[in-house]
């Protein structure tokens, strides 16, 4: 084997190798709830479960320029939203993105996010090191409905 060959066959086996050692967060049945004319903003939610302990600090969609990642929370009786810097995810466990939990908002919308349609979102994710990884997601839409829709953000009369 001449040298040219076993030294691109050495760089391709170590990149290989580089890449099989990053932590690949898994992500399960992520969706986008629809939304209805005028409606300015809406959830997306999934399950995300990381082979070590990572952190979701950032998130965006080239739907609009406003994507944060948020949690709700019950204080004195009242329901909560607020954006959170940075969700934490435990080395094997599953961190669910749902309605009236942890979830990705996506405001400003210019146009109604309709049931069927396919949206991308791209996470990023940090480790312990500072070592930032993006993971590109493609969310199905599906419609409003029934106890879902009293979780939605739809009107979105929360101060952020």
Known sequence: ?????????AALSLALAATGAQAQVAVKDAWVRATVAQQKATGAFMQL?????VRLVAASSPLTPVV??????MENNVMRMRQIPVLELAAG??????????H???????QP???GDTVPLTLVFEDKDGKRESLNVQAQVRA?????QRDSHGGHGHKH
């Not at 479960?49 to 302990?53: E, F, G």
Request: charged share 25%.
């Open 144 to 148: 409003l409905g029934g106890a879902a």
């Open 1 to 9: 084997m001449n040298s040219n060959i076993r030294f691109t066959l």
């Open 49 to 53: 479960t990381s082979p070590k302990d």
């Open 93 to 102: 466990k599953t961190v669910e993105l749902k309605p009236g939990g942890y």
């Open 113 to 115: 996010v309709k049931t």
């Open 68 to 73: 944060e990642v948020h949690e709700m929370t």
């Open 104 to 110: 990705v908002m996506l405001m400003d919308l210019k």
